[in-house]
T-cell receptor, first 114, second 116 residues
Framework: NAGVTQTPKFQVLKTGQSMTLQCAQD?????MYWYRQDPGMGLRLIYY???????DKGEVPNGYNVSRLNKREFSLRLESAAPSQTSVYFC?????????????FGDGTRLSIL | AQKVTQAQTEISVVEKEDVTLDCVYE???????LFWYKQPPSGELVFLIR????DEQNEISGRYSWNFQKSTSSFNFTITASQVVDSAVYFC?????????????WGLGTSLAVNP
């Protein structure tokens, strides 16, 4: 009964380091999403994917790349981390048979960049 | 514009009080969906309710109720007899078309503190 699993839960990086945040879902959902959450700014969409092999930019894609290699996994990569990317990152997934099913969220990754 | 406004940034109540969280939305879609999510202090995001634009019936689930009014573009959330466990940030969101997919437009959230 795992749902959406994000790893790691916490990470501290130095400016300029690279890192990949992992997300996997076991609900056979087609759509997956990456958000960042910052104080006072709610959730902002970074990238999303309608299906395996497709990705689209959200509101704040700069400084990030994503990869949807299979239906289960959707990873988010920071190539050269910057302090402005300190945030809590959430992955979500949703079925697309009924296009307005709710998104299911992972527990988040708290990322600090020094 | 497509946006969600939660005008109340923070609300503080005493246990057993009723509290209403406001949500006003703007959309050019004729068919759309609205959602409420709860984020307790532990940080996870929990889905509470989905409402589609052609169903204006109010919904009640235990102490929670939702009032959807298309005429005022509002989808307000009321907690009756609030409890300390209701303390959380509550987000309202609007589902919009995004090419071959749909995505959510989020409000900034209302932080609710229920004090004993």
């Amino acid at each position: 009964n795992a749902g959406v699993t994000q790893t790691p839960k916490f990470q501290v990086l130095k400016t300029g380091q690279s890192m990949t945040l992992q997300c996997a879902q076991d609900m056979n959902h087609n759509s997956m999403y990456w958000y960042r959450q910052d104080p006072g700014m709610g959730l902002r969409l970074i990238y999303y994917s309608a299906s395996e092999g497709t990705t689209d930019k959200g509101e704040v894609p700069n400084g990030y790349n994503v990869s949807r290699l299979n239906k289960r996994e959707f990873s988010l990569r920071l190539e050269s981390a910057a302090p402005s990317q300190t945030s809590v990152y959430f992955c979500a997934s949703r079925p697309t048979g009924d296009s307005n099913q709710p998104q299911h969220f992972g527990d988040g990754t708290r990322l600090s960049i020094l | 514009a497509q946006k969600v406004t939660q005008a109340q940034t923070e609300i503080s109540v005493v246990e057993k009080e009723d509290v209403t969280l406001d949500c006003v939305y703007e959309t050019r879609d004729t068919t759309y969906y609205l959602f409420w999510y709860k984020q307790p202090p532990s940080g996870e995001l929990v889905f509470l309710i989905r409402r589609n634009s052609f169903d204006e019936q109010n919904e009640i689930s235990g102490r929670y109720s939702w009032n959807f009014q298309k005429s005022t573009s509002s989808f307000n959330f009321t907690i009756t007899a609030s409890q300390v466990v209701d303390s959380a940030v509550y987000f309202c969101a609007l589902s919009i078309n995004a090419g071959n997919n749909r995505k959510l437009i989020w409000g900034l959230g209302t932080s609710l503190a229920v004090n004993p």
